[in-house]
């Protein structure tokens, strides 16, 4: 009965230190966000995901900005004042976004629209402009198929849009092979 009791306490002691992590994390990230000047300065751009419940940014160039596995933003990104709050608290969906000096970045960015197990990640390189909002948005391209019966039970295509402030620059999307089970984001003309 004994072992018991320690499992139990030592399971309600790691529940509260992963929570207290959150809170900790969400109060670096409001200070942070509070303290950063409305909107862009002249030399950032801001970068946003939706489509999902959530969506993380893994990181930018060589820096983790989102841990995979615990989903904790990592000291560097938050040292470098590129991550910001936009809910409430990080367990809110897309809670947050990045300000990033303009110019070419290479940045990773994990989708999770089934569930919070399985993450879609796109890999992109992108030349962001100072002084712009820049949307990473998921969704499915739904479109009817008269095919045969294997094609239509495939699901339809994910898909990437980025947006620079309302107008989309550039599209990738994920399509099933019906054959494989296996895809990748591909880029697509708009």
Not at 30 to 43: H, I, M, R
Not at 157 to 165: A, M
Request: aromatic share 8%; proline share 5%; hydrophobic share 35%.
């Amino acid at each position: 009965m004994a072992s018991y009791w320690k499992q139990l306490f030592a399971l309600g002691t790691v529940s509260m230190l992963m929570t207290a992590c959150q809170t900790i994390d969400t109060m670096q990230l409001k200070k942070l966000t509070d303290s950063a000047p409305s909107g862009t300065n002249g030399s950032e751009a801001l970068i946003y995901c939706s489509g999902t419940h959530d969506c993380n940014f893994e990181r930018i160039d060589d820096i983790k900005i989102i841990n995979a596995e615990n989903r904790h933003v990592e000291s560097e990104a938050l040292k470098l004042k590129l991550v910001r709050l936009q809910a409430q608290s990080l367990k809110d969906p897309n809670p947050v976004y990045l300000a990033v000096p303009a110019g070419q970045h290479e940045l990773v960015v994990r989708f999770y629209p089934i569930s919070p197990d399985k993450a879609e990640v796109l890999h992109v390189f992108q030349n962001f402009q100072a002084k712009h909002k820049y949307t990473f948005k998921m969704y499915r391209q739904r479109s009817a198929r008269s095919t045969s019966l294997l094609q239509a039970s495939a699901p339809d295509p994910l898909c990437v849009d980025l947006l620079q402030d309302t107008k989309t620059i550039r599209r990738f999307c994920k399509p099933y092979n019906v054959q494989t089970g296996i895809a990748e984001f591909v880029e697509q003309k708009i």
